[in-house]
């Protein structure tokens, strides 16, 4: 089983600051998709990144994807409430059987006090 | 919109009950997936099928979890003999087609066993 190692694991930061979470691997993935899961709901899906070394935003969030397809990160800038919440990477493969096959990460939990 | 819906919300089992859990898909979603997270992790993959047929149950930890789609649209994931290790939350998700596209999730069922 591939692991996808999250950091930091719980985030606490003030409204209007930025910040940094890393998604660590030591397995290539096909693609790496950030989810984002609030409580009592199921996750999701911000942005799917393919290709070694892209970067895409969404607002004020920006994601990267390693040159080696193994690690990603996710920075928000000018943090706000709204971005509370459970953010999880997860890598994509294909299995034995055809079908892609989502592997999560750890998780970070992000909190941004008001 | 209908999304992905989920019943039980919450289940609370003494252990070495039987439970049922039903997923209802977006309607004309060809693929669902079952996961399984546990308290402050990622989900965790257990099982997927493709219309009706189960092409992977490699994620599925032991003989007592098993899980059906009959008819291509609504599954149930069942677990036999619960145990306290059983206790988290079960997430269906669906899409489209098999590969490459968004998975959608439920709300998923929290499972508390006695």
């Known amino acids: 089983t591939q692991l996808l190692e999250q950091s930091p694991q719980f985030l606490s930061i003030q409204e209007g600051e930025n910040l940094t979470v890393y998604c660590n691997s030591s397995?290539?993935?096909?693609?790496l998709q950030w989810y984002r899961q609030e409580p009592g709901e199921g996750p999701v899906l911000l942005v799917t990144?393919?290709?070694?070394?892209e970067v895409k935003k969404l607002k004020r969030l920006t994601f990267q994807f390693g040159d080696a397809r193994k690690d990603s990160s996710l920075h928000i800038t000018a943090a706000q409430p709204g971005d509370t919440g459970l953010y999880l990477c997860?890598?994509?493969?294909?299995?034995?059987?055809?079908?892609?096959?989502?592997?999560f990460g750890t998780g970070t939990r992000l909190t941004i006090i008001p | 919109g209908a999304g992905v819906s989920q019943s039980p919300r919450y289940k609370v089992a003494k252990r070495g009950q039987d439970v049922a859990l039903r997923c209802d898909p977006i309607?004309?979603?060809?693929?669902l997936f079952w996961y399984q997270q546990a308290l402050g992790q990622g989900p965790e993959f257990l099982t997927y099928?493709?219309?009706?047929?189960?092409?992977?149950k490699s994620g599925l930890p032991s003989d007592r979890f098993f899980a059906e789609r009959p008819e291509g649209s609504v599954s149930t994931l069942k677990i036999q003999r619960t145990q306290q290790e059983d206790s988290a939350v079960y997430l269906c998700?669906?899409?489209?087609?098999?590969?490459?596209?968004?998975?959608?999730f439920g709300p998923g069922t929290r499972l508390t066993v006695l």
């Open positions: 990144v393919v290709t070694g070394g």
């Open positions: 998700a669906s899409s489209l087609y098999s590969s490459r596209k968004e998975q959608f």
């Open positions: 099928f493709q219309n009706e047929a189960q092409l992977d």
């Open positions: 397995s290539v993935f096909s693609s």
């Open positions: 309607s004309g979603h060809v693929s």
């Open positions: 997860a890598g994509e493969e294909i299995s034995n059987f055809g079908n892609e096959k989502l592997t």
